[in-house]
């Protein structure tokens, strides 16, 4: 009894069931859920690595941006050539792409011819594999007989990891799979194409777009099914890429919308992140790799690599006895002998154990039956690990789309090609069943990529092609705002003529040159309390200064801000100025100030003709102001009369000065060497000191008021040596008003000229300041619209309104942190409903012209310094501009560009720019304290 039970337990023993042998010694490569969910999450940490800008460069999964931002809404259209390297084929391909119509609708043609790539070529020199590659375009031309006259776009399907920063642009970080082509790394492929073409010779290409097989293969499915958003490649390589947040994409600018992010996720373990599931199996492939140490997930993975584990199992199997009765073949020792397609055949259904000894008997060995069964299990457990992994890895990915959108469940489309997806007979079923179980509450779906990512390549390129040819256009608009050095040049010659003209008494003059009757900067000694009133820049300010003798920094300042409403602006000169004087009641109150006789200086910024310090004329209104009875009236006396009538203060206006001279005073009051005052805010304008014998008008008055010229007398030399210099206020915005800037004036500005309260004045300020840049913005953004290049062409009422874009916008729209984000913003608040690609555009507008402003006013400071610096005989000046004005202080580059064009239109001048801290009132103060100090003399 007891023999027969040990005989049936020997002969149990030896039949032992051939796939719990492989099961046992293949345990490390069977992956249960648990491991499976551990290896997703280790994978999220990576993609989290990869994207954020700080951990990058150390990431293994490189998460690389694609700049492909959409998936295919059906408008793409065109007729394309594309070029498909780095899977198991090399193809050539012409691919027709109808509007509107899906892959399956016949939206999409193709005609594609696959050329070989020898191995010495793909591990040769790498300039040979392009021009391999455009050789064999060439080919395909002429066989196709395709014209080489006609310029032809072409989409570049470029299977390796690449850094891009735009569509067309792409640096190889790596080769992966089989090549090896010297020489690419770092290089910008898309070039390395280009120059192949050309050398290659006889062809007209446009190389618009290069994409990734996985960004290819999504857009394919893209076409068909909106839900598609994530590309799965598992054939030669592996790879998936997937619709990213933007602002989760820390490479690249912008936060709103979405773009594809190429993850390399066969680069996936290369940190050591899997070396606890890892084989001595996978360990050998690596090691007899061409990249040794790198794409260890792909090499757990992918085709190029399966068969060759199933042989290192079989060797080692055979070799410890438990396969062929410990018997190994010549052939089962050379890398390569089994390969993915023989993993395919063994555990094909029906005929796989047939396929199984045929393929082991080719290579030399006799199996028993058991053996068959055993070695078809082992590809069985190698390719279901493949397919596990890839199942983890697509977990990860669906999770975090599904965390980005903040939904509980998500439906979702994953397009997926590659030969082992393809014809693997169980591998897309276990995968799908895998994700399924891992992701229950998703609902995903599988979408074979219809023949190759050709087709996906020609739609970025379809979008691409727009895009360049809307940019083309865009260019052209703005390259009439794009001013040369000799422009710029000859815009520093017109200033610098038109300054001379201006302070000569004959002809008429463009620029006024307004004396100012203020002969110094300030010393340090005035003192007392002064109330400053200040009107034309963005609002109407009333303060109170008080100077201590000797105390520079400590002048104390109180202010409140009043606006003043349009109606009132444009309204009669009286209400104007029965509303400053109610500001000012208001102010007085405010400081309980009411019966104080304060003597008070009078900012009014616009040009006045003066006489003396306390009077002025207003020649005429800018900047929006259009109050009727005030041209050719004195101001003062305005101002004194609406006090009077008011009959409840009073007030002892001791000057009038213009914003430049009062922005001068007080910054000079800090620095000595400021003798220039700069607005660049509402309204532009400068004013600086001039030697007094290059005023005329001014000599002339001078000589009127002092009738004992030539007495002998020290206080008179005193005085005649303090006035030597005196304050100009030159009004240059009015430059161009003879037409001397008419070459560079641009159609849109002519249109704003036109539209405004003053036409055919100031039509410099009109280039350059606050008031006028977003209108001109407004009608740049008109005429692309109308040409269908901006807000699909929709040219609402809010864009046909003036004055939507205030400087303050400008600015913003042209800040370079979260600038997309805020345009779309800014835009949507004023009524545009923008998209992406617009934001950009709208940003590229405000760029050009406020450049254009920044650089003008550049030119135009180099004029008045280099005159200040030739007055004075000079070879080298320094000076400090004291500058004020939103558009100097709000806007992100205006300053840069005004002081970098000074620099190089000016380099015998070094200029500091000292913005006022307080406004003009200070100076307009300081003003008042020398002119009562005068009268007290
Ligand atoms: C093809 C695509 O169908 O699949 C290629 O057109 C891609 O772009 C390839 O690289 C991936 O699979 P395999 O098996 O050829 O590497
Ligand atoms: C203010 C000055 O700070 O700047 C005003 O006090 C001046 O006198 C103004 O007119 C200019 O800037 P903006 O941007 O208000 O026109
Ligand atoms: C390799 C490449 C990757 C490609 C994949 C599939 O992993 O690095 O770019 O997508 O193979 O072809
Ligand atoms: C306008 C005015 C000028 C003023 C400037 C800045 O150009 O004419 O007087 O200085 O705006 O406010």
Redesign the pocket.
């Known amino acids: 009894m007891l023999a027969v039970h040990l005989v049936s337990f020997f002969f149990t023993k030896l039949k032992e069931d051939p796939t719990k042998k492989v099961d046992r010694f293949l345990h490390a490569m069977r992956l249960h859920d648990d491991q499976l969910n551990d290896i997703s999450a280790r994978f999220q940490a990576e993609m989290k690595k990869g994207l954020s800008a700080e951990s990058n460069a150390a990431a293994s999964v490189r998460m690389l941006p694609t700049h492909v931002r959409s998936t295919p809404d059906g408008s793409e259209k065109g007729q394309f050539l594309a070029l498909?390297l780095?899977?198991?084929?090399f193809?050539v391909l012409q691919v027709k792409v109808r509007e509107g119509m899906g892959i399956r609708k016949g939206g999409v043609e193709m005609d594609e011819k696959t050329y070989s790539i020898p191995k010495e070529v793909r591990n040769g020199r790498g300039s040979e594999l392009f021009d391999h590659v455009s050789e064999s375009l060439k080919d395909f031309l002429l066989e196709r007989n395709i014209s080489l006259e006609k310029k032809h776009p072409l989409a570049f399907?470029f299977?390796f990891p690449c850094e891009q920063s735009a569509l067309d642009q792409g640096l190889l970080l790596s080769w992966s799979?089989n090549y090896s082509a010297r020489g690419l790394q770092g290089k910008d492929v898309v070039q390395v194409l280009r120059d192949s073409i050309d050398r290659t010779g006889g062809m007209d290409i446009e190389v618009l777009a290069m994409v990734n097989?996985t960004v290819?293969?999504m857009m394919t499915c893209g076409f068909d099914d909106q839900y598609c958003e994530v590309g799965l490649?598992?054939?030669?390589?592996t790879n998936a890429c997937y619709m990213e947040e933007l602002r989760h994409v820390d490479l690249v600018e912008g936060d709103e919308g979405r773009m594809c992010v190429n993850t390399e996720w066969g680069g996936f373990g290369d940190d050591g992140a899997l070396s606890d599931y890892t084989t001595e199996f996978d360990r050998d492939v690596d090691d007899a790799s061409n990249n040794p140490g790198r794409q260890i997930f792909e090499k757990m993975v992918?085709?190029m690599y399966l068969g060759e584990l199933v042989r290192l199992v079989v060797l080692k199997m055979a070799k410890v006895g438990k396969l062929f009765d410990g018997r190994v073949s010549d052939a089962l020792r050379i890398k390569g002998k089994i390969t993915t397609a023989h993993v395919a055949a063994m555990e094909e259904y029906k005929n796989g154990l047939t396929n199984t000894r045929i393929i082991l008997e080719e290579l030399d060995l006799t199996p028993s039956d058991d053996d068959c069964v055993a070695v078809q299990h082992i590809s069985t457990i190698v390719s279901f690990r493949s397919s596990n992994l890839v199942a983890a890895g697509l977990a990860a990915i669906l999770s975090r789309i599904k965390k980005n959108r903040n939904k509980r469940g998500l439906r979702i489309t994953v397009g997926v090609?590659?030969?082992?997806y393809?014809t693997h007979p169980q591998y897309p079923k276990r995968l799908h069943k895998v994700v399924r179980r891992l992701l229950p509450e998703c609902h995903v779906r599988f979408v074979l990529?219809d023949?190759?990512?050709?087709k996906g390549a020609a739609l970025v390129t379809a979008v691409a092609q727009r895009l360049a040819s809307r940019k083309r256009q865009v260019d052209e608009t703005l390259s009439s705002f794009r001013l040369s050095q000799e422009q710029l040049k000859l815009v520093k010659a017109r200033m610098r003529a038109g300054l001379e003209a201006g302070l000569k008494t004959k002809g008429p003059s463009a620029i006024k040159m307004l004396p100012s009757f203020v002969y110094h900067t300030p010393d340090g000694t005035e003192h007392g309390k002064y109330l400053a009133l200040d009107l034309g820049g963005t609002n109407f300010r009333a303060m109170l200064v008080n100077f201590k003798k000797g105390l520079q920094q400590n002048a104390r300042l109180y202010h409140k801000i009043y606006t003043i409403p349009l109606e009132i602006m444009q309204g009669t000169g009286e209400e104007l100025f029965d509303h400053l004087a109610q500001c000012v009641s208001d102010f007085l109150d405010y400081m309980g100030m009411k019966n104080a006789r304060l003597p008070a200086g009078f900012t009014f910024s616009f040009p006045c003709e003066q006489t003396a310090i306390d009077t002025g004329t207003l020649v005429s209104w800018t900047k929006g102001f259009k109050a009727t009875d005030c041209e050719g009236h004195d101001v003062v006396s305005m101002l004194r009369e609406a006090i009077k009538r008011r009959n409840e203060f009073d007030l002892d206006i001791a000057a009038v000065v213009n914003d430049t001279v009062g922005t001068m005073m007080s910054c000079a009051y800090e620095d000595p060497q400021c003798e220039i005052g700069m607005i660049a805010g509402t309204g532009t304008n400068v004013c600086y000191m001039e030697e007094v014998k290059n005023i005329e008008k001014a000599v002339q008055k001078k000589g009127k008021t002092e009738e004992d010229k030539g007495t002998p007398d020290e206080e008179q030399d005193k005085a005649d040596a303090e006035m030597l210099k005196m304050c100009i206020n030159t009004e240059w915005g009015g430059l161009g008003d003879d037409g001397s800037l008419d070459d560079i004036i641009t159609p849109y500005d002519t249109e704003v000229d036109q539209n405004s309260v003053n036409p055919g004045k100031q039509r410099f300020e009109k280039l350059t300041s606050g008031m006028y840049l977003g209108e001109v913005v407004r009608q740049v953004l008109l005429d692309l619209t109308r040409g269908g290049l901006l807000f699909r062409g929709h040219v609402t009422e809010t864009l046909k309104t003036p004055g939507i874009f205030q400087t303050k916008y400008l600015s913003q729209i042209e800040s370079d942190r979260l600038a997309l984000l805020q345009i779309r913003s800014i835009l949507q608040q004023l009524g545009l409903n923008s998209n992406c690609d617009d934001s950009i555009i709208v940003k590229e507008v405000c760029g050009a012209v406020s450049r254009r402003a920044a650089q003008l006013c550049g030119a135009g400071m180099a004029a008045v310094v280099d005159k200040i610096r030739e007055n004075r005989g000079l070879d080298h000046l320094n000076i400090t501009v004291g500058v004020d004005g939103a558009l100097y202080k709000l806007h992100p580059r205006f300053s840069g560009v005004l002081k970098e064009t000074v620099k190089i239109m000016a380099p015998q001048c070094n200029v500091t720019f000292l913005p006022s801290e307080e406004g003009s009132g200070k100076g307009a103060a300081l003003i008042t304290a020398v002119a009562r100090k005068k009268q007290e003399m």
């Open positions: 498909d780095g899977g198991s084929k193809k399907t299977s799979k097989d290819a293969t490649i598992i054939g030669t390589g992918s085709g090609d590659g030969t082992v393809k990529s023949s190759g990512s050709s």
